[in-house]
């Protein structure tokens, strides 16, 4: 199973910014799917959760309203739409993969997740 993120780069507050999290080895169609970031020297923050029809779906507090996450079965693609980015949203960012089909586990830990994207960076400017 390869996870392969990309579409992270420069914005500045209030742009928005689309990551894609490009998935191989198995569909996706039967795995929670989700979104962390990380801020050198901090713990991985949990970001959204997607299960796999699509049905539940969790964002964290601050990003709820901004972000939105979706997925693409045919494209066998999870991506994350952020809307009006923040300074405080720079972070490098993981897509990660329920290693269990049609689990949920803890959905918002990332000891929950077995498959790991490389991450991208985002950057934002005030």
């Known amino acids: 199973v390869q996870l392969q993120a990309s579409g992270g780069g420069l914005a500045q507050a209030g742009d928005s910014l689309i990551l894609s999290c490009a998935a191989s080895g198995r569909p996706i169609s039967k795995y929670g799917m989700a979104w962390f970031r990380q801020v050198p020297g901090t713990e991985r923050q949990f970001v959204a959760f997607?299960?796999?029809?699509?049905?539940?779906?969790y964002y964290s507090d601050s990003v709820k309203g901004r972000f939105n996450i979706s997925r693409d079965d045919a494209r066998n693609t999870l991506f994350l739409q952020m809307n009006s980015l923040k300074p405080e949203d720079t972070a490098v960012y993981y897509c990660a993969s329920r290693g269990e089909m049609y689990t949920m586990g803890l959905w918002f830990d990332p000891t929950s997740f077995d498959y790991w994207g490389r991450g991208t960076q985002v950057t934002v400017s005030s």
């Open positions: 997607i299960n796999w029809s699509g049905f539940n779906v």
